[in-house]
């Protein structure tokens, strides 16, 4: 690797970071596109389309945890390459299938090897960047779950009507690969990364807790666990997963069937509500600082603000059952995606606020365990009411989910949960290593 110092070295790394999250829901994001066309090969109904679902989000619920873990204790490097190989393989593999058994099956490998994603992106983020500028990193590796999921629709159905479903699940996720190459190549941490300058190490660590930076203590779920801050976190995760696993998974199936749009028309309209979700992202990601600049609130409660606001765009989907046309209810998931994704990236935020950087993937671990738990069991709940008492009733349960959500974390987390002080910075590095 060239020696050279590199300007903004730490928005490089978040780029590379988003990089490969937008391959991973790029992957994962192939089966609710392919899933009209998957029923009918198949032969699936909604209710096994929705075990093959669960397969996957079972696997991811319970491997998080375990994912972060082994990333605190082998290393961000060498652990988030072999977690993004197998998934690259596992989605491949998903062209293999000759029913819904064995799709859910390759489907579970799946979840299992991309549950890493979250708590490889946070432990990075919370390296590499100062408390301050934390919310806006996390929106922008927040955005690629959504450039992923929005460019699954045209990628897919062009490889469904050009070629044929089996290889789109080998485009979509052989192409993680190349990511490979890229993160073992580029990425290092801040502490060896020969390109990074002194200004800008000086600049990151000034803005970092000392109580983050010195621990080696391998983490513990059990004390993990046994904190009010864990909950204050989980807790709302639980229960905002589900409006995304919906958008993820069922907004194609719904499209389809209650709205009789056909596959070229969800190529066309289906990735718009995930552009909405990468502008949630982004304008989340800076409002946190804004409201500290502009109204002086404490570091924690501009998260808070930030949840509330999103929670207010997720009444979108709730008013679906009321929209006249395809178009209106697609406008109406932008509402709801654009909230979700402000949501989300607070949440992801407050874990990197109150955990030490030796315990955040394994935090980030088990709280995304909670999310993808209450995620999981809403999929099925859509499977198995679906078609008895419509969509409209459960999407309105979405925002009635983040309401509790946010008034759970707005209670639980307090002031105090902000752990360490920020070191003092040394002026001179510090001015000089602001460029981005």
Not at 115 to 124: D, L
Not at 144 to 151: F, K, N, P, R
Not at 166 to 186: D, E, N, R, S, Y
């Amino acid at each position: 690797m060239l020696a050279d110092k590199i300007k903004g070295l730490r928005w490089w790394i978040v780029g590379l970071i988003m990089l490969g999250t937008i391959f991973n829901y790029l992957a994962r994001s192939s089966l609710s596109v392919a899933a009209p066309t998957l029923t009918d090969k198949l032969h699936m109904t909604t209710q096994q389309y929705s075990y093959v679902v669960a397969a996957f989000q079972g696997a991811y619920t319970v491997m998080q945890p375990v994912a972060g873990y082994i990333l605190d204790v082998v290393g961000l490097k060498i652990g988030f390459a072999i977690f993004a190989t197998a998934w690259a393989a596992s989605n491949m593999m998903h062209g293999l299938a000759t029913g819904w058994g064995s799709l859910a099956f390759f489907r579970g490998l799946l979840g299992m090897s991309e549950a890493a994603i979250f708590p490889a992106g946070m432990k990075t983020i919370t390296q590499w960047f100062p408390a301050k500028e934390r919310s806006v990193a996390t929106g922008w590796l927040n955005t690629g779950t959504s450039v992923g999921a929005m460019l699954a629709p045209p990628l897919v159905v062009f490889c469904i009507l050009q070629f044929n479903w089996q290889t789109a699940f080998v485009v979509t996720g052989g192409i993680a690969l190349v990511w490979v190459a890229l993160w073992l190549f580029f990425y290092r941490s801040p502490a060896d990364h020969p390109n990074l300058s002194e200004g800008e190490r000086e600049y990151i660590l000034s803005g970092q807790e000392e109580g983050k930076l010195s621990s080696t203590k391998r983490p513990s779920w059990k004390q993990l666990l046994s904190t009010r801050r864990f909950w204050g976190i989980g807790i709302p995760r639980f229960l905002a997963e589900p409006a995304w696993q919906t958008f993820n998974f069922w907004i194609p199936l719904y499209l389809v069937s209650v709205r009789h749009m056909n596959l070229k028309e969800i190529a066309l309209f289906g990735w718009l509500p995930f552009l909405a979700a990468d502008l949630g992202c982004v304008f989340g990601g800076y409002l946190a600082p804004f409201l500290l600049r502009k109204f002086n609130t404490q570091l924690l409660t501009s998260r808070k603000l930030v949840m509330i606001v999103g929670t207010l765009f997720m009444f979108g989907p709730a008013c679906i059952g009321l929209a006249t046309s395809p178009y209106a209810a697609i406008g109406l998931f932008c509402l709801g995606a654009f909230g979700h994704q402000t949501i989300s990236g607070a949440l992801y935020t407050l874990a990197s606020d109150v955990f030490g950087q030796h315990e955040v993937g394994t935090a980030t671990g088990l709280s995304g365990m909670m999310g993808w738990l209450g995620g999981m069991i809403f999929s099925l709940i859509v499977g198995a009411l679906a078609t008895t008492i419509g969509y409209n009733p459960l999407f309105v349960c979405l925002v009635l989910f983040d309401i509790i959500g946010a008034t759970v974390a707005w209670f639980l987390l307090k002031p105090s949960d902000y752990s360490g002080t920020l070191r003092a910075p040394k002026i001179a590095t510090l001015a000089a290593s602001t460029g981005r």
